[in-house]
Structure formats: structure tokens, C-alpha cells
């Protein structure tokens, strides 16, 4: 990099990225996307295990565990494809030119 000034502005002129460098980026957002999934279905985890040691307490019924599993399960896959959208996206604007 070299720095040009002038008064009250600085360039840094960068040179575009490689091919190579372009797929060490996707690299890195691929592992930031699977780290992402598993913190979501440990999320899924936890919530199923709290709706079930609320029925083993007899604090709401086994359909309204079956139903709020449902919806987690939902929620879950809603918000990992919503990962995947993004992740498609963002490899798509790492590829352009």
C-alpha cells in the first residue's frame, strides 16, 4: 500500500482481489455460516429440553410440547435458510469482478 495525501484526504489505492483471495473470503464466511447453525440448533436444543422438563413438571401437556417443538423446528428452519440466502448472496458479490 502506498499512502497518497493531500490536504485533508488520503487515498490508499488497493488493487482488485485475486481468484485465489476471493475463495479464501468464501472460506471464512462458509465457517461463519456453519458456526452460526450450530449456535441456532443449540438454541433448538435448549428450548426443546425446557418444554420437556415443563411436562416432566406437569406445568403444560405433552400436546403443547409437541406443538411448541413444531414450531421451534419452524422457527429453526426458517432462520437457517434465511443463512443459506445470505450466504448464497454473499458468495455471488465476492465472485464479481
Do not use: C
Not at 42 to 59: G, H, Y
Not at 73 to 87: P, W
Amino acid at each position: 500500500f502506498n499512502p497518497a495525501g493531500a490536504w485533508t484526504n488520503l487515498r490508499i489505492p488497493m488493487p482488485p482481489l485475486t481468484e485465489e483471495r476471493r475463495m479464501d473470503f468464501i472460506k471464512l464466511v462458509k465457517n461463519e455460516v456453519e458456526q452460526t447453525k450450530v449456535a441456532i440448533r443449540n438454541i433448538r436444543r435448549d428450548a426443546n429440553t425446557k418444554a420437556k422438563e415443563l411436562v416432566k413438571n406437569k406445568e403444560i401437556s405433552e400436546d403443547d410440547e409437541k406443538n411448541n417443538n413444531d414450531y421451534i423446528q419452524k422457527l429453526t428452519d426458517q432462520y437457517i435458510g434465511n443463512i443459506d440466502h445470505i450466504l448464497k448472496d454473499k458468495e455471488t458479490d465476492l465472485m464479481q469482478v
